[in-house]
Structures are given as C-alpha cells and as structure tokens.
C-alpha cells in the first residue's frame, strides 16, 4: 500500500460510514467498508500522570488523547467494474482534533 498524507473532502453516507471522496480532483465511490478502527497517540511514550501531553526526543509533543478513526474502502470512479483502472482500495482518516479528513493509503 502507497502512503499519502493528502487531503480529501468526504461526504458521510447513513451509517456515517464514508460513502464518497474527491481525491486530486476526482470523485471516488465508496462500495464497501473493508475495516474500521481508530488510533490513539502513542501512550508509550511516557507521559506523566497529570499530563495529557508529552514532547519526544526530537522535541516534538505529542497529544496522548487525540485520536484518528480510520476507514479502509474498496472504491471506484464511475460505473466501472472492479478490475478496471478506476478502481482501488483506500485508507480513509478523520483526525478528531481538528476535524480533518485525509487520505492515508491507497492500493489501486
């Protein structure tokens, strides 16, 4: 799976499941949910009891409490069938801290 950290507008179906996506200008739809989870800052870097945050060793912080909920999708441009070059697996990210949704990976 390619990685990315792009930018995309998306529009929630019923289940509040991603149902489309416009990626670099081309709206993608989404046919099915192949996996969902969310993530978590990395708690093992030592953060202390009275605090909800922790700078690395690089200097950088890290909010221990943000979290990210992903969504990997099988989806297509158009009435194509699945083999076609219009066609590809996603990993979808919707960081809750700033409400920004971002494309993560993608498999075509």
Known sequence: MR???DPVEVRRGEAEDPDQFLW???LW???AVV???VET???WQGATSSST???GRDGTTTDLVAERELWRVEAGRGLQPADAEGYGVFDLSFDWTDGRWQLVGCQD
Do not use: I, L, M
Request: overall charge positive.
């Open 41 to 43: 800052g990395p708690w």
């Open 35 to 37: 996996a969902h989870w």
């Open 3 to 5: 990685q990315y950290d």
């Open 29 to 31: 739809k989404v046919r």
């Open 53 to 55: 945050s922790t700078s």
């Open 24 to 26: 670099r200008g081309r």
